[in-house]
């Protein structure tokens, strides 16, 4: 079953096309008719979940987990914890749209590769303004043990939209601005304390020659998402770029748990976590 939310502002549409059968993460954003999601243009990692995610404007790693596969601690079964964490590809239990159409909730359960379980109870909507969707999510364990939350969202553009003259704007970028094809190769990503203003941190990808030179900014909570990963992937045929507000630096699991920085959550304790976007 699909669910669209969908909002006009300033003679501009926008519409949502969610997800039920992955954790309601967006399969598509269109603004005036363009999606912005890359499609096929993705590079396969072997996991079907995430192939099929990754091809969407946002999918949700965690709770548990983000990036590549590692060991479960204090297991001697070689079990790990799974690429991106165990949501990606967890159907919704329920889902409910407004009569307006500007307000979609859902409740997501998922069993962690720990053996725990946490529930996701996601709420998105429209600014008041219209002007931007906001995306709120609540993680509580509701398992037997405590576990370490991980979450990191991944704001998929395809390539095809972007131009030389295109920039990632940020105050957490040391320069304030960085042409969109950083690093070396084919593929590249860099992942930076993000900068707080007022609890919130802000990044841009402009111009937007493909979408009539709009601007896309995404803002995200720095409590919970301290940190700005990015990445990019221009191989064989693929060409996408991500922005992706994280819960945690580009470490190991057990060098974040030695440091202190990987934290748990008991049964019944819960964390939250906020971003919004617009395109303008």
């Keep these: ?19 039920r059968s992955s954790a309601l993460d ?17 590079p396969s990692d072997g996991d ?27 297991r001697d079964d070689g079990r790990r914890y799974p690429l991106h964490g165990s949501l990606a590809g967890t159907s919704v239990i329920r889902a409910e749209m407004s009569a307006d159409g ?19 109870e996601r709420r998105w909507s429209v600014s008041e303004n219209g002007r931007s969707v906001i995306l709120e999510d609540r993680v509580t364990n509701v398992g037997a043990s405590a576990f370490a939350p991980m979450m990191m969202y991944h704001m998929n553009i395809g390539g095809r939209l972007l131009g030389p003259e ?36 802000e990044v841009s990808l402009a111009p937007l020659p493909g979408l009539g030179g709009r601007r896309l900014a995404v803002r995200f909570r720095v ?15 693929a060409n996408v770029i991500s922005i992706e ?28 976590y906020a971003l919004a976007f617009a395109v303008s």
Aim: proline fraction near 7%.
């Design 26 to 42: 967006i399969a598509a954003f269109a603004v005036d008719g363009t999606d912005l999601s890359p499609g096929s243009a993705i």
């Design 48 to 74: 079907p979940r995430i192939d099929h995610a990754l091809a969407g404007f946002l999918f949700t790693c965690g709770p548990d987990h983000i990036r590549h596969p590692e060991p479960v601690e204090g």
């Design 1 to 19: 079953m699909e669910t669209t939310l969908s909002s006009t502002r300033d003679g501009v549409s926008n519409h949502l096309l969610f997800d």
């Design 245 to 272: 507000p994280g819960s945690h630096r580009l470490a190991k699991r057990p060098e974040l748990a030695a440091s202190g920085e990987l934290g748990v959550i008991e049964p019944g304790q819960a964390r939250g």
């Design 102 to 120: 500007t307000r979609c909730e859902a409740l997501i359960e998922v069993d962690l590769a720990c053996g725990g379980k946490a529930a996701v």
């Design 166 to 201: 295109t920039h990632i704007v940020s105050p957490s970028l040391e320069s304030g601005s960085l042409g969109w094809q950083f690093g070396m190769g084919e593929s590249a990503h860099f992942c930076i304390p993000a900068h707080d203003e007022e609890g919130w941190s």
């Design 223 to 237: 409590d919970t998402l301290p940190f700005l990963q990015m990445w990019r992937c221009q191989r064989d045929g």
